[in-house]
């Protein structure tokens, strides 16, 4: 066979050969596209399913209603008091674990962790048993004529115990990733402590202390099994938001529902402000 007959092959330059990727490898790109599709749709259609039985008509009555007012406002009230008390007493905890690594802080650490995986139900017990009429504090408490249990304050302590622990750890990882180098040129240039903290740990963990108070302030007011059990369900008084849906489900689905689709708004824009922020720092 004549040589010269042959059709001309392209050849390719290896960088062109490494751009063209074998078959093999589109499928299994598109095997993890199908592969992640199942649980995208289980945490997407769940939350669309609140708001495809809501009218914006349904949604307006029910936010008229007192009670749903009620709840709305104790819920705000209560997750933004928890946030505050988390950030006064939280703060010096976190920089406690950071500053001092030994077996007893890391207990520590561990027992602080403990709420976020306890059941709220055993939380609420917990919380009974030492705030309650006859509790380890409770006890003298009542004779000092205080009554916690059942009341906005045992709304507060219940967030507390579920929520702070978020913080805690968010602002001690914040504080750990700071290079102990810049503290050290601090103090060998005559910072004090305090100086120390204001001017460096704290500028630059902001972000963690940010993401922790978030959280903190997101998961208080979604808390719903240690205040059911300690501060009980009284409408204007304990009754928060989540309280309010569970017994919507008994009274008034509407109302469930509507107070269930005003929850997962605040905490998709909670979540949304919070990426934008972070996001705008770290591209500065």
Known sequence: MDMTTLP???V????????VPPLWSQWVQHLWKVLALPLLLFLLLPIGSIFFHLTPTEIWRTLQAPQALQALSLSLATAT?????????????AYLIYHRRSPLTRIIETLIELPSVLPPSVAGVALLLTFGRNGWLGQSLSLLGIQIPFTPIAVVLAQLFIASPLYVKSAALGFASIDCEIRKA?????ANRWQILRYIVFPLSWQAILSGLVLTWARAIGEFGATILFAGNL????????VAIYIGFETSLETALTLSAILVLISFGILVLLKSILHASTSD
């Open 81 to 93: 008091t928890t946030t505050g008390l988390t950030l006064f007493v939280g703060t010096p905890l």
């Open 12 to 19: 390719l330059s290896p960088t062109q050969v490494e751009r």
């Open 8 to 10: 001309a092959t392209k």
């Open 235 to 242: 409408p204007g008084r304990t009754q928060t938001m989540p």
């Open 186 to 190: 601090a103090a060998l240039d005559g």
